[in-house]
């Protein structure tokens, strides 16, 4: 689901971020600026039920209700700010303004590869990747470690922010090639 989230996020061309965050926690809120511009009270979960209905009877008809919704979560992610959904696919809002938490540190490197045959992962900083929602996706990742983010450029670059700890850093993986 999260790929097809991904490829709508590229296709509509206006850039986005996406933060996946763990079902039934609230330690993301530290990490976000209140209040939500677009908190969703109760979490919209129409990609739940959909990801979750047995479409055997009419698989078109599910297939296309589907495709609707995955359009429509991922457009939300061109507004200013980010959209949060769990990893049930439940919408929590969108419009959301990432912060570092007081007392937590900056992240000021992340570990970058591209899936490509013989590539290496790289040490850059946040800032070579891209603008705003580049840092503070790397930001999000770092201080919330159970949690993803996804940001798509309005360049059609497509990179995944995770913490690694194996790595004992964010890592950001390039997937644009991926997605095409």
Do not use: C, N
């Not at 790929?3 to 061309?13: E, F, G, Q």
């Not at 039934?24 to 677009?38: C, K, M």
């Not at 983010?149 to 194996?166: C, K, N």
Request: no cysteine; net charge negative; proline share 6%.
């Amino acid at each position: 689901m999260l790929i097809r989230l991904a490829v709508s996020m590229r296709a509509h061309k206006r850039g986005g971020t996406l933060l996946v965050v763990p079902a039934g926690t609230e330690a993301w809120r530290e990490s976000i600026v209140r209040p939500v511009a677009y908190a969703i009270e109760p979490p919209f979960t129409e990609l739940t039920d959909l990801v979750l209905e047995d479409t055997e009877e009419d698989p078109l008809r599910g297939h296309d209700a589907l495709g609707r919704v995955v359009d429509a979560v991922a457009g939300l992610t061109a507004v200013d700010g980010a959209t949060v959904i769990t990893d049930r696919y439940e919408v929590l809002g969108f419009g959301v303004k990432i912060r570092r938490p007081d007392g937590r540190p900056l992240v000021e490197r992340v570990a970058l590869s591209e899936p490509i045959a013989g590539g290496a992962a790289a040490v850059v900083a946040p800032l070579q990747l891209g603008g705003t929602r580049h840092s503070s996706a790397a930001q999000f990742a770092q201080d919330q470690p159970d949690a993803v983010a996804l940001v798509a450029s309005q360049d059609g670059r497509f990179t995944i922010f995770a913490w690694s700890p194996r790595e004992g850093m964010v890592h950001a993986h390039r997937v644009e090639t991926l997605l095409m």
